[in-house]
């Protein structure tokens, strides 16, 4: 089955570590995305790729980085700096980038809960 | 500036009665998409339509119906007959076209909780 897998699907962390979000899909999509989600806030963009080894900021990217080494992969690591990392976080793809009547398809979330 | 607005924050109904959830969006592009997801209690959004500006026909897809009028900038989404399976959040989108590194972006609502009681 073809889709997006993110894990963990719970995280705990504690204040001053940095923590790495995974995401991984099958689709043989270009471009993937990373979003924050907090009660009553909707979905804000941290980072996205739009290709291979390339990646760019998005509204709330303070306190987070990406990499994009394979198609595939797309981990998100929340660092120190962040200050309030406690949220819900999705991950998406869609088939190629800079295409305005592409959908994104969204993998389960991973809730990061900082102690 | 591209934006959407969802204005109902949470909207509660009995089971077998009809709910519209409003959208209203702004830009200032003659092509642009509009998108509707659902966010069920797990967690994951699901995509259930896209609309180009150019087609205002509306949609009708079993009891979900899609009503976009460019006049009034407005993309409601409507449920008959709702069930409990309904219960979800809602989220309205517009595909971001500035023509920069950006486009094809989605820009989201705030999204509208749904609640349907038995």
């Known amino acids: 089955d073809g889709g997006i897998t993110q894990s963990p699907k719970y995280l705990f962390r504690k204040e001053g570590q940095n923590v790495t979000l995974s995401c991984e899909q099958n689709?043989?999509?270009?471009?993937m995305y990373w979003y924050r989600q907090d009660p009553g806030q909707g979905l804000r963009l941290i980072y996205y790729?739009?290709?291979?080894?390339?990646?760019q900021k998005g509204d709330i990217a303070e306190g987070y980085s990406v990499s994009r080494e394979k198609k595939e992969s797309f981990p998100l690591t929340v660092t120190s700096a962040q200050k309030n990392p406690t949220a819900f976080y999705l991950c998406?793809?869609?088939?190629?980038?800079?295409?305005?009547?592409?959908?994104?398809?969204f993998g389960p979330g991973t809730r990061l809960t900082v102690l | 500036a591209q934006k959407v607005t969802q204005a109902q924050t949470e909207i509660s109904v009995v089971e077998k009665e009809d709910v519209t959830l409003d959208c209203v969006y702004e830009?200032?592009?003659?092509?642009?998409?509009l998108f509707w997801y659902k966010q069920p209690p797990s967690g994951e959004l699901v995509f259930l339509i896209r609309?180009?500006?150019?087609?205002?026909q509306n949609e009708i897809s079993g009891r979900y119906s899609w009503n976009f009028q460019k006049s009034t900038s407005s993309f409601n989404f409507t449920i008959t007959a709702s069930q409990v399976v309904d219960s979800a959040v809602y989220f309205c989108?517009?595909?971001?076209?500035?023509?920069?590194?950006?486009?094809?972006?989605?820009?989201f609502g705030k999204g509208t909780k749904l609640s349907v009681k038995p």
């Open positions: 998406a793809s869609s088939i190629q980038a800079g295409v305005v009547s592409n959908e994104q398809f």
């Open positions: 689709l043989n999509h270009d471009a």
């Open positions: 790729s739009q290709i291979v080894n390339d990646f």
């Open positions: 830009t200032r592009d003659t092509t642009y998409y």
């Open positions: 609309r180009n500006s150019f087609d205002e």
């Open positions: 989108a517009l595909s971001e076209t500035n023509y920069g590194g950006s486009q094809g972006n989605l820009i």
